[in-house]
């Protein structure tokens, strides 16, 4: 079975453009999640989507959203873009959302995307 | 104060030692997770475990509710375990994406 792949692997963009990253889960995963990683913040949960359905949100600004599509395909957008967004973007998939459904599942992740904002 | 504390947070072991790297965590959970992350970024899942000990290989997962601590044990460790070791962990009634990340264990391992 095919992992958990994302594109582009970098990025490199002007402060105040905007940016979509892709990522593609596991065959059969419904369940996409959307992480950040900073030096100096570490790994932070930005948001989850389960049949293109946001089930779950961080605690991010507007700026950053997301979507999933039909085939379970998932796109993160950021829009005017900052310094501090400079990141390692990871994507993971699970089988399912909500836990109490036999779960917790194991969670696959992505090689990442890592945006360099300039 | 960080709800999920992991320590050490550097650790350099020589080849063959037995490797320890604890976490604390200040919520209720439904499950805690164990992840690996080698340079270049990709994160690998270790364990998921919700109660007592899983063992992979060399690699020993352990958890205690009551205490809210989990540790995770490297016997005869390597140089190829040189990586970063996260601790996250599921809070109940949470979804399963919603995970809160310690800020890891950056493990050498000298041959």
């Known amino acids: 079975k095919a992992g958990v792949t994302q594109t582009p692997r970098y990025l490199i963009k002007t402060r105040g453009q905007q940016v979509t990253l892709s990522c593609s889960p596991i065959?059969?995963?419904?369940?996409v999640s959307w992480y950040q990683q900073t030096p100096g913040q570490g790994l932070q949960f930005l948001f989850e989507?389960?049949?293109?359905?946001?089930?779950n949100k961080g605690n991010f600004p507007g700026r950053f959203s997301g979507r999933q599509f039909s085939n379970s395909r998932s796109e993160m957008n950021v829009s005017t873009l900052e310094l501090g967004d400079s990141a390692l973007y990871l994507c993971?998939?699970?089988?399912?959302?909500?836990?109490?459904?036999?779960?917790?599942?194991?969670?696959?992740f992505g090689p990442g995307t890592r945006l360099t904002v300039t | 104060k960080n709800e999920v504390e992991q320590s050490p947070q550097n650790l350099t072991a020589q080849e063959g030692e037995f490797i320890t790297i604890n976490c604390s965590y200040s919520?209720?959970?439904?499950?805690l997770h164990w992840l690996q992350q080698h340079p270049g970024g990709g994160i690998v899942s270790l364990f998921m475990l919700s109660s007592g000990k899983k063992k992979h290989g060399r690699l020993i997962a352990t958890i205690n509710i009551q205490e809210k601590h989990s540790s995770l044990h490297i016997t005869a460790s390597h140089p190829r375990d040189s990586a970063v070791y996260i601790c996250?962990?599921?809070?109940?009634?949470?979804?399963?994406?919603?995970?809160?990340f310690g800020k890891g264990t950056k493990l050498s391992v000298k041959p």
């Open positions: 989507y389960f049949s293109e359905t946001q089930r």
């Open positions: 996250a962990v599921s809070p109940s009634g949470g979804s399963q994406g919603n995970l809160i």
């Open positions: 919520v209720g959970i439904s499950a």
């Open positions: 065959s059969g995963h419904r369940s």
């Open positions: 993971a998939s699970s089988l399912v959302s909500i836990i109490w459904t036999g779960g917790p599942y194991e969670q696959y």
